[in-house]
């Protein structure tokens, strides 16, 4: 079964830097999944992606393979962005398995 | 509705009793997928559907937890003799087909058993 990893657990930074949340897993996967969660909120898909790099407005998310690696990075950062970011995978690394999250990183954009 | 929907939003219940939980998934979608989230933790799978049938029923924690989905579209989970470790938000999935990966959540069943 797949395991995932995330960091940071936490992370609070001021309005306008860059941020960065790395996630890391044990199996090889199909495609990974990277997705927001607001407090009392359900959960939104940001992306998926098998490969290389996609880009959703000031949203960035990047995935390397043989290294089992992928990262999510804001620009700009805004107080709305502040959420809890997640990583899944497929448990046993096929598109259509159930998945498996990361525990979640938890980020506060500050004014 | 344009979404995945599930009710009841929230649900108390008495150690012991009998608890359902709905999902409506998106029209036409194949797939549908069942996970548990416990406060401060990440979702935990439970089972996936692909059509009406359960392709993966693994992350089941035990015998008092069984769903169904007999028409292919909507889905129940069940759970017998509640405890008060069940007390956790309850989070349907649903994607087109289900090598298609994209999914989409739906809002979730806050259950809290006393």
């Known amino acids: 079964k797949n395991e995932v990893e995330q960091s940071p657990q936490n992370l609070t930074a001021q309005e306008g830097e860059f941020i960065t949340i790395n996630c890391s897993y044990s199996?090889?996967?199909?495609?990974l999944h990277w997705l927001q969660q607001h407090p009392g909120g359900g959960i939104v898909s940001l992306f998926m992606?098998?490969?290389g790099k996609k880009k959703h407005g000031r949203l960035i998310a990047t995935i390397n393979i043989q290294e089992k690696h992928s990262s999510l990075h804001i620009t700009a950062s805004h107080p709305r962005d502040s959420a809890v970011y997640i990583c899944a995978v497929p448990r046993n690394g096929g598109g259509a398995d159930g998945l498996t999250f990361g525990k979640g990183t938890h980020l506060i954009i500050q004014p | 509705g344009a979404g995945v929907s599930q009710t009841p939003s929230n649900k108390v219940t008495e150690k012991g009793k009998y608890v359902e939980l709905r999902c409506d998934p998106i029209s036409g979608h194949t797939a549908l997928y069942w996970y548990r989230q416990s406060l401060g933790q990440g979702p935990e799978f439970l089972i996936y559907?692909?059509?009406?049938?359960?392709?993966?029923d693994s992350g089941l924690p035990n015998d008092r937890f069984f769903a169904v989905r007999p028409e292919g579209s909507v889905s129940t989970l069940k759970i017998q003799r509640t405890e008060r470790g069940d007390s956790a938000v309850y989070l349907c999935?649903?994607?087109?087909?289900?090598?298609?990966?994209?999914?989409?959540f739906g809002p979730g069943t806050r259950l809290t058993v006393l």
């Open positions: 559907f692909q059509g009406t049938g359960a392709a993966d």
């Open positions: 999935a649903s994607s087109l087909v289900a090598s298609d990966g994209h999914r989409f």
């Open positions: 992606l098998s490969s």
């Open positions: 199996v090889g996967i199909s495609a």
